[in-house]
């Protein structure tokens, strides 16, 4: 892979796709069978540095977001921690204060 090919398991596997589709677009007298086709994919893939076991993982291609909103749950519960202890000072000193 040169520098201007991308380097994630998913932009890698894009990258090949596209070449395939760019050769077999190429005129060649009559269209290529998907048989055809998808071997073109498979060569420029293989040749592309990608595994014979196709797609990455899902995980890999949409990671998860779990620990941003768990981050974002605690910072508003400690929010509101603040401004419960913050309100319930006000209030005695209004009420009970000197």
Do not use: C
């Not at 540095?49 to 949409?62: A, Y």
């Not at 929010?79 to 319930?88: A, K, M, P, R």
């Amino acid at each position: 892979m040169n520098d201007r090919e991308p380097g994630s398991a998913w932009e890698r596997y894009r990258y090949a796709k596209k070449n395939a589709l760019e050769q077999a677009e190429e005129p060649q007298g009559e269209p290529m069978t998907l048989d055809e086709l998808e071997a073109a994919i498979a060569q420029t893939a293989a040749s592309s540095g990608i595994p014979e076991t196709g797609m990455p993982p899902r995980s890999v291609v949409h990671p998860s977001k779990r620990g941003q909103g768990t981050k974002l749950f605690y910072r508003l519960l400690l929010f509101l921690f603040i401004l419960l202890v913050g309100g319930l000072l006000w209030w005695g000193n209004k009420h009970y204060g000197a």
